[in-house]
């Protein structure tokens, strides 16, 4: 049996458990997640999505990618934290994309890719270590 972490909302509506450690963990700069983040970026963990377990209820914004592929956004509707992230492409491939800033503890959180870099904003440094794309 795999490890696994525990993440929720801001307000414990809403509960995940998720099999650990991630598929991956990486920093999205493009302004939709900076909008729908309320920060500088979305930090993005990317999971089976058979190693996820919910409880509560998500509210979903839909909205649309560069491709035009519908991206929904799914939150808290009582305190309006994002949660998780998910798209068709993503469910064909089997994985979600959990908001890694829900997740209870930050140890061992570190990103391996940093893409929509052309977006990002001008203060913020990644560091030379980490992948960066322009776009996605």
Do not use: N
């Not at 509506?13 to 493009?30: F, M, Q």
């Amino acid at each position: 049996m795999s490890e696994t972490r525990e993440g929720g909302c801001l307000c414990g509506s809403v509960r995940y458990k998720v099999d650990w450690p991630l598929a991956a963990l990486v920093v999205c700069h493009c302004t939709h997640c900076q909008k729908q983040a309320g920060s500088a970026f979305s930090l993005v963990g990317v999971a089976p999505r058979g190693g996820l377990h919910l409880t509560g209820e998500l509210s979903t914004y839909e909205d649309s990618g560069t491709t035009g592929q519908t991206v929904y956004r799914q939150f808290c509707p009582r305190c309006g934290s994002p949660v998780l992230t998910d798209t068709p492409a993503a469910r064909e491939q089997g994985i979600i994309f959990i908001k890694a800033g829900t997740l209870d503890s930050s140890e061992g959180l570190e990103p391996s890719l940093h893409y929509w870099c052309d977006s990002a904003h001008d203060w913020f440094s990644i560091p030379e270590s980490v992948e960066k794309l322009a776009t996605q």
